[in-house]
């Protein structure tokens, strides 16, 4: 969630925190595409993603970890910062309201879209700590737009860990199974890890019967649209 302040920015240079070095060129390559003459720079500490599973989810040592790195974000001089990792959004959500700039979870415009999208709302994982908070906050965001939404999650229970020891394959194959399965009771699929974004443009046509929405491209078109808007002020 975006911390107070963000309407009056003028973004120079953008923050981006991970918990794997492995989305660092996924969102170089979106930040060249998307936000041309923005400075970016990248924190990565994956160290907090692995306590995250090893523990089950985020607890308040790591929360306090997750705010030390955006607060380190902040001291490198950036005047946004965008933090990559869905499993710990709750602790971003905290952190932004300490920092003095404005502090991004990445899956928020997502969710907002799936909410603006359709009602009926799936949910893809390939780690279990990714959906809850990702559940969570769809069902947050819709309060706010005053819209009731049914949620179904699917686990693609392995994958994570078939991507981390270098079998995409198994990885791609996993999910693309699952988005298969959810896309005949849904209106609208939400990717709950941007390292699931690569998967979409595997997929086949016949596969793609409803929007499948990836939190990586979503969100640097959010803050490009904040940089526009500021610019035209």
Known sequence: MESRGATDMRLKRLGLVHTSAANVPLFEQLCRAKLSGVETF????????????????????????VANQIAAAEAAGADFILVTCSSIGPAVEAAASLASVPVLRVDQPMADRAVQTGSR???IATLPSTLSPTADLIQRRAAIAK??????????????????????????????????????KTD??????????????????????????????????????????????
Do not use: W, Y
């Open 121 to 123: 709302i799936g949910i």
């Open 42 to 65: 990248n924190i990565v500490d994956d160290s907090l993603i692995k306590d995250v599973m090893a523990g089950g989810g985020l607890t308040e040592k790591i929360s306090r970890r």
């Open 188 to 233: 609208v699929i939400v990717l709950a890890q941007a390292s699931m974004a690569r998967v979409v443009d595997a997929l086949a046509k016949p596969d793609q019967r409803v929007p499948i929405l990836a939190s990586p491209p979503i969100a640097l078109e959010h803050v490009a649209a904040i940089l526009l808007a500021n610019h035209r002020r």
């Open 147 to 184: 819209k009731e939404v049914t949620l179904t999650t699917r686990l693609c229970e392995g994958a994570f860990d078939a991507l981390m020891s270098g079998d995409a394959a198994r990885h791609d194959a996993m999910v693309i199974g699952g988005l298969r399965e959810l896309a005949a």
